[in-house]
């Protein structure tokens, strides 16, 4: 499993699981490991603090939901959020070509 | 490396100790947490998983307090925000210092009425009885400051339960947040005619017990935290302050109505701390500390009784020996000051003491 090394990624993993529904907590942990299937390991806690950063940079925004029996705090991507969901996959998708190319990959 | 904490609870007051952010923001994502940890083990549960291991998976998969802690980077916010965030994170260790520093912060505006009314020439001379025209500005302004100040630090050291705390507090605390609530008022309004000032004494009972009412009616506020019971107060400040404003005018006491009127502005931040504190609405159930609850109570009680004291008891002392009233004043108010001080520098400790306490408890109950 794919451990430390991903969080320094772990805000664009978030912006792309947003970008396509507003979730909670739980169900972006849920989603994450649902996309990587199981592959990416790190404490589900840590993905708090991200939330939180990405809210304060104005790139999440959340609210409070009664809907489900249980009250929980969703998460939705904002304008700003969607573009520097752009931004991070253009670096991202240069990363992985650079270090493929060094590598030998 | 640190071991997991073996318990949901356990878990969460870790953190309440740990995470170095605003009291609002900490409740928050205490509340958050504990959401996404009984979704986590319902959902194990679900698929038929024990209960008890259920609970161990998920603490595991979660992580420790401390990785949770170290890895939050607080988020940047505007000067004052940040300013207030590091006067929180400040404060604990710096218990003196804190203490004089949030009361010297609120009575600027009142000494500087003061200073700024004499040094235009305004008339000192009182017009009613002495020193009944110096209990309602200097009282109101004590009052609020000294259970919002004392209520900011010991959140910062211990965190308090939220304003919309679920929880609830018990039966006893309920009865003691109604004893103590209209107890302030009535105090008040005794010592107001004490001294005869009939006008004043009316002027803030009618207002205070109105939005009292109104308060509690609203939704059993003061007795769901001791939030309400010390940050809500400010709601009344307004009011009073008005009515105290014009009952002073009534009595031709320039100096009183330039006094309270100083004192709005303090009243109106006091008021703006409030509502930044109230602004989150965790649904978490933050544990019940009623020792801790009591003590506070306790503490803001004898440190307020203290101060009335002082203010009517100096004020004719130091009157007769000669001295201006504006001397007076100003000596009694500082002597008021210094015994709010005191309190204040009394409780930050005594948040210490009880935080140990309930860090050793959760220790004890984890195993």
């Known amino acids: 499993m794919i451990g430390n090394r991903v969080r320094g990624h772990l805000d664009m993993m978030i912006l792309a699981v947003l970008s396509e529904a507003d979730l909670h907590g739980y169900a972006i942990s849920e989603e994450l490991a649902r996309r990587s299937g199981g592959e990416l390991s790190f404490p589900e806690g840590t993905l708090y603090p991200a939330l939180y950063r990405l809210e304060g940079a104005g790139l999440l925004s959340s609210r409070w939901s009664d809907d489900a029996a249980r009250r929980r705090r969703v998460y939705a991507i904002t304008a700003a959020g969607r573009k520097q969901l752009v931004a991070e996959r253009t670096y991202w998708q240069r990363l992985v070509r650079a270090v493929a190319a060094v590598a030998g990959a | ?367």
Do not use: N
Request: hydrophobic content about 50%.
């Open chain 2, 1 to 367: 490396m640190t071991m997991g904490t073996s318990t949901r609870s356990g878990l969460l007051l870790e953190l309440d100790a740990k995470l170095q952010m605003p009291p609002g923001s900490k409740d928050r994502f205490l509340a958050e947490i504990e959401c996404h940890l009984a979704e986590g083990v319902e959902h194990l549960v679900e698929q038929g998983v024990e209960p008890a291991e259920a609970e161990r998976r998920v603490l595991a998969r979660f992580g420790t307090a401390e990785e949770i802690a170290t890895s939050f980077a607080p988020r940047r916010r505007w000067v004052a925000w940040r300013s207030w965030r590091r006067f929180l994170a400040w404060a604990p260790d710096h218990p003196w210092l804190a203490a004089l520093a949030l009361p010297a912060v609120a009575y600027v505006p009142f000494y500087g009425g003061f200073g700024l009314y004499a040094a235009a020439g305004g008339d000192c001379r009182c017009g009613t009885h002495w020193p009944g025209w110096l209990v309602a500005p200097v009282g109101a302004v004590l009052l609020y400051v000294a259970q919002v100040a004392l209520w900011c630090l010991q959140r910062s050291l211990r965190g308090a339960p939220s304003a919309q705390s679920r929880g609830g507090p018990s039966g006893r605390q309920r009865a003691m947040a109604l004893i103590i609530g209209p107890g302030y008022f009535a105090a008040i309004v005794l010592l107001l005619a004490a001294v005869r000032e009939w006008r004043l004494a009316g002027a803030l009972a009618a207002p205070g017990v109105l939005m009292f009412g109104v308060m509690r009616a609203r939704r059993g506020s003061v007795a769901r935290s001791r939030f309400a019971a010390s940050v809500c107060s400010p709601i009344f400040v307004l009011p009073l302050l008005v009515s105290a404003v014009v009952a002073s005018l009534a009595a031709t006491s320039l100096l009183t109505a330039v006094a309270a009127l100083a004192a709005v502005p303090t009243s109106g931040a006091v008021s703006g701390v409030a509502a930044w504190l109230a602004r989150e609405r965790p649904e978490g159930k933050a544990p019940q500390r009623i020792w801790g609850w009591m003590g506070e109570s306790s503490l803001r009680s004898a440190g307020l009784s203290g101060a009335w004291g002082l203010i009517v008891f100096t004020s004719p002392a130091l009157a007769a020996t000669g001295t201006s009233h504006l001397a007076a004043a100003l000596g009694a108010s500082a002597a008021a000051s210094g015994a709010l001080v005191a309190a204040m520098a009394l409780a930050a400790p005594i948040g210490r003491i009880y935080a140990r306490r309930q860090r050793l408890l959760a220790a004890r109950a984890a195993g």
